[in-house]
């Protein structure tokens, strides 16, 4: 059976679509090259395909667009980027860290966006100014 058929079999009519590409990228090559390009593992792309993965088919949906199909979003601090590079800065941004002048830029940057979905975590500075 190949990834395409055990997603059209676990997904029936409801299958998405870039499920569907994702399949698809696993037949010409394989899951497990599949899953080391999008860093994860190929057990979580095994339960995608198979409609049992808990988290955040989102997360994996925009990882899949970035890496395979070139996705990319406009962002307020660094312009044009790949969606999953975005995804990667707003998971960053759920914690205030100042190791670097980017890193509190783009901080600054995705708790104001409107793509982050997510409140970023509690301990924000209260006036927003690193190292004070």
Not at 15 to 34: D, G, T
Not at 56 to 85: K, W
Request: glycine share 4%; proline share 5%.
């Amino acid at each position: 059976m190949t990834p395409l058929d055990t997603a059209r079999e676990a997904w029936g009519e409801a299958l998405p679509e870039w499920i569907e590409a994702l399949a698809v990228e696993c037949s010409a090559s394989s899951q497990n090259k599949v899953a080391a390009q999008l860093g994860r593992s190929a057990s979580l792309v095994s339960l995608v395909l198979r409609a049992k993965y808990p988290g955040d088919l989102a997360a994996i949906e925009e990882l899949f667009n970035g890496i395979f199909r070139d996705a990319r979003v406009d962002c307020p601090a660094l312009g044009t980027i790949p969606m999953h590079e975005c995804r990667q800065w707003r998971e960053k941004a759920r914690k205030f860290v100042n190791v670097n002048a980017l890193r509190v830029r783009m901080y600054r940057a995705c708790v104001n966006c409107k793509r982050n979905r997510k409140e970023v975590a509690d301990d924000k500075p209260a006036d927003d100014k690193p190292g004070e």
